[in-house]
């Protein structure tokens, strides 16, 4: 296996934010998401969910670099594709798996499913159904962040097709003049469903757009863990010091298909296989560089890695024991 | 008799469009390689080149108006909303301006574009893409809104809409596309603006649309074996609604039940009730007419909410058995 350690490690501020301890931590959640949607692509094909799912696998380090750069009392947005973000935000496979499976003792209680997840109270404001949904959302709370003077600030995760709504330039429009503390974080996995980006969008990058706007945007590897995570910490370190938002643009890869009704036609195998190697596949980096700067060895790895499949095993049997949620409270959140 | 599944007569329809006028074009997202989030474009990025089947970017906004732009330059454009839901981002450019082009500006345009909708609950995929839109549509003068309910009327409402000179508004239903039935090969068209009876009956008036139609059916197989005649019929075109038959089937039964997916408040229910109840069938009401229609609740996700949520055939046999009892 070629080393695809980063010599690096002692400048991040990822080091010296997380510590070693810290390190782990995200490693772990990463394993973790792994795991988990792994298992819930076999659930799937084995017909134990119901509609369609959006697997993160391949995202991992930009899922947990970018959230776990946050602290508490921030808030942030999620999207179609976010066990992951949920994963690494709440560290909470139960619930999200009764989310999945349509039982109640979930975070939505059988009425949001794979793609509403949400954990207000920690501030998880949610996954989205609706691509670029989130995007003014987050400018409406960077606005109530700003107004009620809160050490806060406000994420949200989209993708390089989200880009391209109209959504999109009105909010961050509106988070430049109003120089609020949002920090927008396009999860460029390649392809929007079956369109590459290079066909849906005529510039290079798609952190150039911030220029437009009048703020910083960045274009870096969303499958180094490290790097998401300096990034992103810098734009909340700013933006909490009243310097407005930022674009992070995080070049990543979806290996799953879109959905599960994708057939894929639209690339071939062996990109796919390109992508999971040792120095593109985000797990395979960061534990690489983790090993390397002696944080864990060998054998802590495989007990992680068992530790994260235990977990979901553990997720799984509790999801299918939990009950199916009860029908005659289908009106009961209607209305405050 | 050719049996065809109402994706593959949808998509027969947009061929024998295509092939007959060159001004046809697709206009959506993932419709060409990937064929639609349905499968109903499969094959027609091959057959008629990027020029004629034209992917996008993710921008609703901008297929809506690039559909109503093309239009009103001589195009027949049928735009793909990929998801019902989502046409609520392109609202403005359908409705303020497509809908309402032809008026403000006294006839000087016309706006001959469709705007293909799959809708619908019943596959877990909650409350932002299981959407029953329909009625919104319906409120817009300038518009015309088709529902087909089967795979026959699916093709033969299709081409009648691509011919059609208006905005219309087709909506699909996603439970319907692997349903099968009987569709010629023949580019024949149903026109816009005519109910269809399904089936004749004495006791009961049942008013059904898309989905709702087949399950209406059953309901009526199952109340025929206790004495229950039950007429059902589909007006498959909502906006203009031929209500004909409507009213003169409640003339003979006096009884009306009307059976929809989407949401009863502010639904198409409460207008073919008010049709009736102003027309010459008051008379003849023998029982207040009755809705059935989707809970006022956003599609949750889970099974058994969902199915709460939605009209069921348990649903309708247990209202239309109430009804013909005079248990109302
Ligand atoms: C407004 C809207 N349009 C279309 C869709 C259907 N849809 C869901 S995800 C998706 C692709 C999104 O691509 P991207 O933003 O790049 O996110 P990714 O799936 O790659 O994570 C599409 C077209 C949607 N959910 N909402
Ligand atoms: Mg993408």
């Known amino acids: 296996m070629q080393n695809a350690a980063r010599e690096s490690l002692p400048q991040c501020q990822a080091l010296k934010v997380l510590g070693p301890a810290g390190l782990k931590a995200s490693l772990a959640s990463m394993l973790l998401i792994r795991a988990f949607e792994e298992r819930v692509d076999q659930l799937y094909l084995a017909g134990r969910t119901r509609g369609t799912l959006h697997l993160s696998i391949g995202q991992e380090a930009t899922n947990v670099g970018a959230l776990h750069a946050l602290r508490a009392g921030d808030r942030f947005f999620s999207h179609h594709r976010g066990h992951g973000h949920a994963l690494a935000w709440t560290d909470d496979p139960r619930r999200a798996m009764a989310d999945i499976l349509g039982k109640s003792g979930g975070f939505c209680e059988g009425f949001g499913g794979t793609m509403h997840m949400a954990d207000v109270k920690s501030g998880f404001l949610g996954g989205n159904g609706i691509v670029a949904g989130g995007l003014p959302l987050s400018t409406g709370v960077g606005l109530a962040i700003q107004l009620r003077a809160e050490d806060a600030v406000c994420l949200v995760l989209f993708g390089d097709g989200a880009a391209n709504e109209g959504a999109l330039h009105e909010a961050l429009n509106m988070a430049s003049i109003w120089q609020l503390p949002v920090i927008y974080i396009c999860e460029n996995n390649s392809y929007a469903m079956s369109t590459p980006v290079n066909r849906s969008i005529n510039v290079e990058t798609i952190s150039s757009r911030a220029t437009a706007y009048g703020f910083p945007g960045f274009t870096i590897d969303g499958n180094d863990f490290l790097e998401v995570f300096d990034c992103v910490h810098a734009a909340a370190s700013r933006a909490r010091k009243g310097g407005g938002p930022t674009l992070v643009e995080a070049l990543t890869y979806r290996i799953k298909g879109h959905s599960r009704s994708d057939r894929q036609a639209y690339r071939s195998r062996e990109e796919v296989r390109r992508w999971q190697e040792p120095d593109r596949d985000p797990l395979l980096r960061l534990e690489a560089t983790l090993l390397h700067a002696g944080i864990v060895d060998e054998e802590e790895l495989s007990a992680m890695r068992l530790r994260a499949s235990d977990r979901v095993d553990d997720a799984v049997a509790w999801a299918e024991a939990a009950p199916a949620p009860d029908p005659s409270g289908l009106l009961d959140h209607v209305y405050a | ?285 023998d029982a207040p007419p009755l809705r059935l229609a989707g809970k006022d609740v956003p599609v949750p996700q889970s099974e058994v909410l969902e199915a709460a949520a939605i009209p069921q055939f348990r649903d309708i046999v247990r209202d239309a058995r109430k009804l013909a009892r005079n248990e109302v």
Request: proline fraction near 5%.
């Open chain 2, 1 to 285: 008799m050719r049996e065809l599944s109402y994706r593959e007569a949808l998509n027969e329809a947009l061929v024998q469009a295509m092939d007959a006028d060159p001004d046809v074009i697709l206009i959506g997202e993932d419709i060409g390689t990937y064929g639609g989030a349905f499968g109903v474009t499969r094959g027609l990025l091959d057959r008629f080149g990027t020029g004629r089947v034209i992917d996008t970017p993710i921008s609703e906004a901008g297929i809506t108006g690039a559909c109503v732009g093309a239009a009103i330059s001589g195009l027949r454009p049928v735009g793909d909303m990929q998801f019902s839901d989502f046409i609520t981002l392109g609202m403005e450019q359908l409705v303020l301006q497509g809908a309402r082009m032809r008026t403000m500006f006294a006839g000087q345009v016309k706006v001959p574009l469709v705007m293909r909708l799959p809708g619908g609950a019943g596959t877990g995929a909650a409350a932002q893409h299981s959407g029953s839109y329909e009625n919104w549509f319906v409120h817009v003068p300038g518009l015309k809104v088709v529902m087909p309910a089967s795979a026959y009327d699916a093709k033969g409402l299709l081409l009648a809409a691509i011919d059609d000179d208006n905005p219309v508004i087709f909506c699909e239903h996603k439970l319907l596309y692997n349903t099968r039935g009987h569709v010629p090969e023949e580019a024949y068209r149903e026109p816009l603006g005519v109910s269809r009876v399904w089936r004749r009956g004495r006791d009961l008036t049942l008013v059904a649309t898309s989905m709702m139609v087949a399950l209406a059916l059953e309901a009526a197989d199952q109340l025929a074996g206790e004495g229950i005649d039950v007429e059902v019929i589909d007006p498959r075109t909502l906006r203009p609604l031929d209500e004909t038959p409507i009213v003169e089937s409640v003339i003979r039964t006096g009884r009306l039940l009307v059976v929809h997916e989407a949401v009863e408040t502010g639904g198409f229910g409460g207008e073919v009730v008010a049709r009736v109840v102003a027309s010459e069938a008051f008379d003849y009401l």
